[in-house]
């Protein structure tokens, strides 16, 4: 017996990092998956290795920002594979300029992917949710990706940290908001630390300029400097924390943020 056994996800940003290593465990797991993103042929791509080890797994394209890539995303899985138990609400896009350097527009476009596309993924996947966690066990799952910027204030990025704090209360109000109307929906999110993705690759750039310097591989030590485990997190340490709360052994955990960061904010 998986994990994940019979289980059907929908995550979003899956075509790479995190999400695509999330759609990976998964699969490993025993779920089905479909995976949503903006970027149509590397999805395609990740859908194609998830095939070739055994998996079963289709690509949506899917733009958080958009209310019909949604209902399309969700009624694709649906339809594939005859309902919903898992979302992953995974897309996210990092900024790196200081409160003085960021436009409105930046602002609207972290906005947009990080906190519209995880209002709207939780509101329109709720009745596919709903619908199988009455007979589930331990009900539907949402999983939400935060960050320690939610948690705690960011050297690089503040916009990104509004947003990811946004993510972090609203998990708790919709963890209590489903509970009180009986749907079965548990609601957690989780908090990574810095992890080598594109994105991770992005703080280094940031914080590299910020050192004066075109020097990435310096700016990724002094970044590891900050993660008391003595390494940087990589996407199979999320995924494996994903997994896990969107699984049945959490069953008790709702309204919860899961921290895997290297002990970054036990400082
Ligand atoms: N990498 C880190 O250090 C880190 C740390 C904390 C939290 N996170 C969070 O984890 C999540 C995944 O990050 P990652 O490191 O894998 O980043 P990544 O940049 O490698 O992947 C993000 C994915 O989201 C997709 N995406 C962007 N805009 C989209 C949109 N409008 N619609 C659909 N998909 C869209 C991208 O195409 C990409 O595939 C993000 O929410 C990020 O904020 C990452």
């Known amino acids: 017996m998986n994990r994940l056994d019979g289980k059907v996800a929908l995550i979003s940003g899956a075509a790479r990092g995190i999400g695509a290593e999330t759609a990976r465990q998964m699969v490993r797991a025993g779920a089905r998956v479909a995976i949503g993103d903006v970027l149509d042929e590397r999805g395609r791509q990740t859908v194609r290795e998830l095939e070739k080890d055994g998996g079963s797994a289709i690509f949506v394209h899917l733009d958080v920002t958009s209310p019909d890539d949604w209902d399309a995303a969700i009624a694709a899985a649906v ?7 898992i979302l ?3 897309a996210g896009v990092f900024l790196g300029r200081g409160v003085e350097q960021a436009t409105l527009a930046d602002w609207q476009r972290l906005c947009g992917v990080n906190l519209t596309g995880v209002f709207l993924g939780t509101k329109q996947a709720v009745p596919a949710l709903r619908e199988r966690g009455r007979d589930s066990a331990q009900g539907s799952a949402i999983v939400n990706l935060a960050s320690i910027a939610g948690l705690v204030g960011s050297q690089l990025d503040p916009l990104y940290s509004m947003t990811k704090g946004g993510v972090t209360s609203f998990t708790k ?3 209590l908001e489903f509970a009180r109307k009986g749907y079965r929906i548990r ?8 992890i080598e993705t594109d994105m991770g ?3 280094f750039a940031v914080r590299a300029e910020r050192m004066g310097t075109n020097d990435v591989e310096a700016a990724r030590e002094l970044s590891l400097t900050s993660h008391p485990i003595g390494r940087l ?6 995924a494996n924390g994903i997994v896990f709360l969107a ?6 955990m709702t309204g919860a943020g899961l921290v895997v960061d290297g002990g ?3 400082q």
């Not at 339809?79 to 138990?85: A, E």
């Not at 609601?187 to 810095?194: A, E, R, Y």
């Not at 699984?247 to 008790?252: I, Q």
């Open 79 to 85: 339809s594939k594979f005859g309902g919903l138990d």
């Open 88 to 90: 992953v609400n995974n």
């Open 173 to 175: 109000s919709t963890a």
């Open 187 to 194: 609601v957690n999110s989780i908090h990574p630390g810095v």
């Open 201 to 203: 690759a992005q703080t």
């Open 233 to 238: 997190g990589t996407a199979t340490d999320i």
């Open 247 to 252: 699984s049945d052994d959490a069953g008790f």
């Open 264 to 266: 970054y904010t036990a």
